[in-house]
């Protein structure tokens, strides 16, 4: 449990480093869940919702960043909740 939970931190820091620049564009996003598979589960809020580019915002920006920080993370997804 130990583990899972640096890799928590890592993931949490990771986000922090990264939501000034979702503020800027109107956004924001909340961690909702690390898997057992590796999988990061946000959501996305405010204008990133429904942003045409969210999806290059969670591959080329949020998930790199993630795997940089924390390589036992796999993917990210967006989920609704």
Same mark, same amino acid.
């Given at each position: 449990?130990?583990?899972?939970?640096?890799?928590?931190?890592?993931?949490?820091?990771?986000?922090?480093?990264?939501?000034?620049? /979702?503020?800027?564009?109107? =956004?924001?996003? $909340?961690?909702?869940?690390?898997t057992?598979?590796? %999988?990061? @589960? &946000?959501?996305?809020?405010?204008?990133?919702?429904?942003?045409?580019?969210?999806? /290059?915002?969670?591959?080329? =920006?949020?998930? $790199?960043?993630l795997?940089?920080?924390?390589?036992? %993370?796999? @993917? &990210?997804?967006?989920?609704?909740?």
């Amino acid at each position: 449990m130990k583990n899972k939970d640096q890799t928590l931190l890592k993931i949490e820091q990771a986000i922090e480093q990264l939501r000034p620049f /979702m503020h800027a564009d109107g =956004g924001d996003i $909340e961690f909702v869940e690390f898997t057992d598979a590796g %999988v990061v @589960k &946000v959501k996305l809020l405010g204008s990133c919702s429904d942003c045409s580019m969210s999806h /290059m915002t969670l591959r080329a =920006g949020l998930e $790199e960043a993630l795997k940089v920080a924390a390589p036992e %993370v796999n @993917k &990210v997804e967006a989920i609704e909740l």
